[in-house]
């Protein structure tokens, strides 16, 4: 029988599933290489992973969103000896906290059981983040982390976003029975090796995701057909105009575009660019993802 730590209350604070497994607990930490020995839980809820954390010798910065949830994190360790040399508990979301002012220009890696309804904000936000993360440990819905972990050409618009910005794979599954009470999905651990630099230069984010967020609109529509029905095509883009930049880019104009790979949507992108004709792609971010 597998072994769990047990709470006193089951209470779920926005809708929170609390990991209680120990087996699941320790791979998670085992996981966790952090550079500089410096580790930023996001959602400790409980405490469990971050008791785990500790006992990894690790340097712990738990963010917790829940007031109720921070004052019960102080009360669980208060009195451990680990938590007092090496634990932070820090009240705060994670969408919007500074994180300059407590990790300053230390490396660290993230280590998350994200709620499914905070995920997406949550690891766009460490992807783009200053002080930005080494690498991320984060479990997440299994039809998410699918979608990250996709190979190119089975890319979704979540896929690309999270790809350009880290290298990531597949851990482990988690089961339902993991969690208390258990949630109706099945869970994934992912790691996320974040790169030095974006597949994208800098200059060019907001018009590389308008650019996908709008074809993606229409994944299954032909190339070109997606790209006229883009939000920012206008009325002087039409099928002349598309093929003719998917022609300068070499990418067949029949294809659908969750076949591309990164370097495709890179090169569309590209020669957008090149024709001086950005199509309205706008640069103010109201339709960046």
Known sequence: MKKT???????????????????VLRRIADAV?????????????????TDALLEQSFEVYALEFDPQLTRRLKKRFKSNKNAIEKLHIIEGDARTYDLSSILEDRSYSVVANLPYYAANPIVRRFLEIKPRPIDMVIMLQREVARELVADQGKLSILGISVQIYAEVSFLFDVLPESFVPPPSV??????????????????????????????????????????????????????????????????????????????????ILEAFIDSGNLVEILTDGKNKI
């Not at 290489?33 to 992973?49: F, M, Q, R, S, Y």
């Not at 790169?195 to 032909?222: A, D, M």
């Open 5 to 23: 730590y047990k709470n006193k209350s089951n209470r779920r604070p926005l809708g929170q599933h609390f990991l209680e497994d120990e087996s």
């Open 33 to 49: 290489k952090p550079a500089g020995n410096l580790v930023l839980e996001v959602g400790p809820g409980t405490g469990n992973l």
């Open 186 to 267: 099945f869970s994934s651990v992912v790691h996320l090796r974040l790169r030095p630099n974006s597949l994208v230069i800098e200059p060019h984010l907001t018009q590389f995701f308008q650019l996908i967020k709008g074809v993606f609109k229409n994944p299954r529509k032909q190339l070109h057909n997606a790209l006229i029905a883009a939000p920012w095509a206008g009325e002087n883009f039409g099928s002349l105009e598309a093929k003719s930049i998917l022609e300068n880019a070499g990418i067949h104009y029949e294809r659908r575009p969750e076949t591309l790979t990164i370097s495709e949507w890179i090169v």
